[in-house]
């Protein structure tokens, strides 16, 4: 199992950014850099929805409502990924998750909650 604490959240108005970070750990033997990690959202009234996802390899995918505006990246060294958000809109409001999958394993972390509001 992977434990994944999210940081970075805050209040933030229009137009405005963030970064949000999150770390990851696990039992001996923990490699991080295996894992694909992704970012997920969940608004007022709204299910859970992917927001960027980046896999072992470097590959990202992104949900249409952020492209162009969110960047996710990682850093394996430090077993940590990190979502950059610009250009934040209300709609951007939720509370953030971190999700580690591999295979049929994933894990999620207790979320960080962001609202854009001014």
């Known amino acids: 199992q992977v434990q994944l604490v999210e940081s970075g959240g805050g209040l933030v108005q229009p137009g405005g950014s963030l970064r949000l970070s999150c770390a990851a750990s696990?039992?001996?033997?923990?490699?991080?850099?295996?894992?694909?990690m992704g970012w997920y959202r969940q608004g007022p009234g709204k299910q859970r929805e992917l927001v960027a996802v980046?896999?072992?390899?470097?590959?990202?995918t992104y949900g249409d409502s952020v492209k162009g505006r969110f960047t996710i990246s990682r850093d394996n060294a430090k077993n940590t990924v990190y979502l950059q958000m610009n250009n934040l809109k209300p709609d951007d409001t939720a509370v953030y998750y971190c999700?580690?999958?591999?295979?049929?394993?994933?894990?999620w972390g207790q979320g960080t909650q962001v609202t854009v509001s001014s």
């Open positions: 999700n580690a999958a591999i295979f049929n394993s994933f894990s």
């Open positions: 696990g039992a001996s033997g923990f490699r991080f850099s295996i894992y694909a």
């Open positions: 980046i896999t072992s390899g470097g590959t990202t």
